[in-house]
């Protein structure tokens, strides 16, 4: 049974190795279901549930598309993390509706659709989330983010 083991050791981990530098591999962390912890989440989503192919906030369901994952550096300019530790985020491609209303008839961004989501677990159990408009996938630098009008909120959630 030993040798068993280390023979399916040294086949798989070639194989697991590959799937974690696939685009999407970073996705899967954050799915389940997410309370709302910061005053944004709160007040604007409530909980939402990420699932493979759904984003749920409140009763209604979005589809959701991974598109890949985000580096370091992307995950220190949309959520102002120290770049040297922050970890792998990811990044969807969804479709809100611009009239959708939320809580306290909140929307995600606005008058524009709401067309990406990016994830970023800062711990274990803490989801950053931060929504965007437009049609084309956001620049995710310091200097864009902090130029853009297309980001639409960043929110806090935990398990």
Not at 8 to 25: D, K, Q, R, T, W
Not at 80 to 105: C, E, I, K, M, W
């Amino acid at each position: 049974m030993h040798r068993f083991s280390i023979a399916a050791a040294a086949i798989l981990a070639p194989v697991l190795m590959l799937a974690g530098s696939l685009p999407g591999a970073a996705q899967g962390r954050d799915k389940g279901y997410w309370h709302a912890a910061s005053n944004t989440a709160a007040s604007i989503t409530g909980d939402i549930t990420i699932s493979n192919e759904k984003l749920t906030i409140g009763l209604r369901a979005y589809s959701l598309a991974p598109i890949r994952s985000l580096t370091p550096a992307e995950v220190a300019a949309v959520f102002d993390q120290d770049v040297n530790t922050a970890g792998q985020g990811s990044l969807y491609r969804l479709n809100v509706p611009a009239p959708t209303r939320f809580l306290h008839r909140n929307t995600l961004c606005g008058s524009d659709d709401t067309e990406w989501m990016a994830t970023y677990l800062s711990d274990p159990k803490t989801l950053q989330v931060a929504f965007f408009s437009g049609d084309g996938e956001p620049a995710l630098t310091f200097e864009a983010i902090s130029r853009s009008s297309r980001v639409c909120g960043t929110y806090t959630f935990v398990h």
